[in-house]
């Protein structure tokens, strides 16, 4: 059975950083595109990231460019997301997913999805 788990979510001040992991199991990734979307409350989900197998320039919505980092560890199958100077508008669940089914890496479908973690900034 696939899983991707998320982690590192929680409270943070605004201009705080956060780390979030995503755990895979069940099956490499290694050669799949993974990323990170959100959906705050009231809000449609959207894309935050995505980075190629291989690494590469990662992708990155204009909302978060310049302050989010994406990462992989294809040895641990783990996806990670830095977010420094974060804002109250960065608050959501975010979502890991694995492997693009179709589309872009910013609209596009992919096979997998983590259960989220919440990160809830503060003013």
């Known amino acids: 059975q696939v899983q991707l788990v998320e982690s590192g979510g929680g409270l943070v001040q605004a201009g705080g950083s956060l780390r979030l992991s995503c755990a895979t199991s069940?099956?490499?990734?290694?050669?799949?595109?993974m990323g990170w979307f959100r959906q705050a409350p009231g809000k449609e989900r959207e894309f935050v990231s995505a980075i190629r197998p291989s690494g590469g320039t990662p992708y990155y919505a204009d909302s978060v460019k310049g302050r989010f980092t994406i990462s992989r560890d294809n040895a641990k199958n783990t996806v990670f997301l830095r977010m420094n100077s974060l804002k109250p508008e960065d608050t959501a669940v975010y979502y890991c997913?694995?492997?693009?089914?179709?589309?872009?890496?910013?609209?596009?479908?992919?096979?997998?999805w983590g259960q989220g973690t919440q990160v809830t900034v503060s003013s």
């Open positions: 069940g099956r490499s990734f290694s050669s799949d595109t």
């Open positions: 997913v694995a492997r693009l089914r179709s589309g872009s890496v910013y609209t596009g479908e992919y096979y997998y």
